[in-house]
C-alpha cells in the first residue's frame, strides 16, 4: 500500500540553523513527490515537486528536496531558516496512475528559537 | 487569480444536523478533490471528481458523506446526521488533470 512516512513530529532550529525535514514513502510505481507547507489558518501551499529529470528540486522561499530512489526518500532543505518558516510542513506522494489523489504524511511541525 | 475558495470557513453545528460545505474550483481546472484533516494528522482523500463525474470515493467517506460537482463547477460537500467524529478541517483542492493540485483554506467544522 501506498505510504508516507515524517519520522519527526516536531523540530525547533534557531534561526539561521540549516534545516532537513525527513520523508520516507512507499509507493510502487515512479512516484510524484510534493512538499507542502500549512501555517495555521492557512491553505496548503506547495513548496516543491518531483515529477522526474533531476533529483535535486529547487522550491519557492529558498527550499529545496532530494528525491533518493534508493532510500525511499524525499527530505527537505534549506540552508538558513527564517522566522517566517515556522509552521506545519506535509509530504506527499502523488498517485498518478490512481487519479492523482495525494497521499499526505502526518507532518512534521517546525518551530525558529530567535 | 482567484485561487480556490471555500464556504464557510467555519461551521458550527449539532450532532445529528445536517452540514454543506461549497468550494468553487480555479475556473479552467477539471479535477476537483476533497479532503478531510484532523488535529495533528496530514489530509486524507476523501474524493475526487474530473467535470461532473464523481471517479472515486475513499472508504473514509460514509453513506452519511455526499458530493457533487454539478456542470463540473463548483462542488458541494454534505453530512448528514453529523457525529462528533466527523470534527475536521474539510478541504478542497482542483488541478488541471493530474497536474499540481492547488488549495482553498478549508472549512473547519466542529460537532457538538
Known amino acids: 500500500a501506498q505510504s508516507v512516512t515524517q519520522p519527526d513530529i516536531h523540530i525547533t532550529v534557531s534561526e539561521g540553523a540549516s534545516l532537513e525535514l525527513r520523508c520516507n514513502y512507499s509507493?510502487?510505481?515512479?512516484?510524484?513527490l510534493f512538499w507542502y507547507v500549512q501555517s495555521p489558518g492557512q491553505g496548503l501551499q506547495l513548496l516543491l515537486k518531483y515529477f522526474s529529470g533531476d533529483t535535486l528540486v529547487q522550491g519557492i522561499k529558498g527550499f529545496e528536496a532530494e528525491f533518493k530512489r534508493s532510500q525511499s526518500s524525499f527530505n527537505l532543505r534549506k540552508p538558513s531558516v527564517h522566522w517566517s518558516d515556522a509552521a506545519e510542513y506535509f509530504c506527499?506522494?502523488?498517485?498518478?496512475?490512481?487519479?492523482?489523489?495525494?497521499?499526505f504524511g502526518q507532518g512534521t511541525e517546525l518551530s525558529v528559537k530567535p | 487569480d482567484t485561487g480556490v475558495s471555500q464556504d464557510p470557513r467555519h461551521k458550527i453545528t449539532k450532532r445529528g444536523q445536517n452540514v454543506t460545505f461549497r468550494c468553487d474550483p480555479i475556473?479552467?481546472?477539471?479535477?476537483l478533490y476533497w479532503y478531510r484533516q484532523t488535529l495533528g494528522q496530514g489530509p486524507e482523500f476523501l474524493t475526487y471528481?474530473?467535470?461532473?463525474?464523481?471517479?472515486?470515493k475513499s472508504r473514509l467517506l460514509s453513506d452519511r458523506f455526499s458530493a457533487e460537482r454539478p456542470k463540473g463547477s463548483f462542488s458541494t460537500l454534505e453530512i448528514q446526521r453529523t457525529e462528533q467524529g466527523d470534527s475536521a478541517m474539510y478541504l478542497c483542492?482542483?488541478?488541471?488533470?493530474?497536474?499540481?493540485?492547488?488549495f482553498g483554506p478549508g472549512t473547519r467544522l466542529t460537532v457538538l
Open positions: 509507493y510502487g510505481a515512479t512516484p510524484y
Open positions: 483542492a482542483s488541478s488541471r488533470d493530474a497536474g499540481e493540485q492547488f
Open positions: 506527499a506522494v502523488g498517485t498518478y496512475n490512481q487519479g492523482g489523489k495525494l497521499i
Open positions: 471528481f474530473q467535470n461532473e463525474a464523481q471517479l472515486e
Open positions: 475556473s479552467e481546472h477539471n479535477r
